[in-house]
């Protein structure tokens, strides 16, 4: 039985990770450890949504949570699958701007096609100035279908 306690526990030492300053450089082994013990003591694959509940209680910035979600994608036992169903979910429905900015940071194309990406990013780029930057860039680097 997975506890609340246990992957709590295992959140508090994702959080307390150090991460480099320096995007180019190399993440520290602790951050691969801890999301492979909170993936384990949360007992599934997709963590984004208490990774996101860290970052409103202000456990974790919303650029660790998202550097939190990418080892986590590739830490678990379906390449971050479940977990891109929800980071797809958070764009399309664009109703927390932390949920929103952990997905469009997220390393794949959240959306199946440019067309539905370019739609909404559009809108939420228009909903969501701060936003707005990342969404262009995005739209920028998706092909045409």
């Not at 429905?93 to 929103?100: E, F, G, H, Q, S």
């Amino acid at each position: 039985m997975i506890t609340m306690q246990l992957w709590e526990e295992a959140l508090t030492r994702l959080c307390s990770v150090r991460l480099p300053q320096d995007d180019s450089a190399e993440l520290p082994d602790a951050l691969f450890d801890a999301v492979d013990a909170l993936i384990e003591a949360y007992g599934a694959d997709d963590v984004a949504e208490i990774v996101a509940l860290a970052v409103h209680a202000g456990r974790a910035t919303p650029g660790q949570a998202a550097t939190f979600l990418n080892v986590a994608a590739w830490s678990g036992t379906d390449n971050g699958a479940s977990m891109t169903r929800t980071l797809t979910d958070w764009v399309r429905r664009a109703d927390d701007t932390v949920r929103l900015h952990l997905a469009l940071h997220h390393e794949v194309y959240l959306l199946p096609t440019a067309e539905e990406m370019k739609t909404a990013l559009t809108a939420i780029a228009a909903r969501y100035p701060e936003h707005r930057a990342r969404c262009e860039t995005l739209i920028a680097g998706r092909r045409a279908d």
